[in-house]
Nanobody, 115 residues
Framework: QVKLVESGGGLVQAGGSLRLSCANSGSRLSFNVMGWYRQAPGKGREFVAEINDGDGTSYARSVKGRSTISRDNGNNTVELLLNSLTAEDTAVYYC?????????WGQGTQVTVSS
């Protein structure tokens, strides 16, 4: 069974940086896509970034240019580096990983940006 566990969330000052990590602590699978979504208070879940098994990446417009996503296929992990944080980045960040059969989700990690 796949179990995605996020880490790295917390309280950070505006203008700072944060590195989020996600590891699969369950059964190892070959994920074709891994990435991140986020959900701010009172809003729906939105796409942040993803990386495929060929290391192709895609970013939401809101984070493009100030974020970097990377993955380690051997360890079934994915990381997201977010720079120049603003209050609008405050959200619960969810890791996801997809096989061709189905997606898997982590429980989420809270990121709070203070001004």
């Amino acid at each position: 069974q796949v179990k995605l566990v996020e880490s790295g969330g917390g309280l950070v000052q505006a203008g700072g940086s944060l590195r989020l990590s996600c590891a699969n602590s369950g059964s190892r699978l070959s994920f074709n896509v891994m990435g991140w979504y986020r959900q701010a208070p009172g809003k729906g879940r939105e796409f942040v970034a993803e990386i495929n098994d060929g290391d192709g990446t895609s970013y939401a417009r809101s984070v493009k240019g100030r974020s970097t996503i990377s993955r380690d296929n051997g360890n079934n992990t994915v990381e997201l580096l977010l720079n120049s944080l603003t209050a609008e980045d405050t959200a619960v960040y969810y890791c996801f990983a997809e096989t061709y059969a189905r997606p898997y989700w982590g429980q989420g990690t809270q990121v709070t940006v203070s001004s």
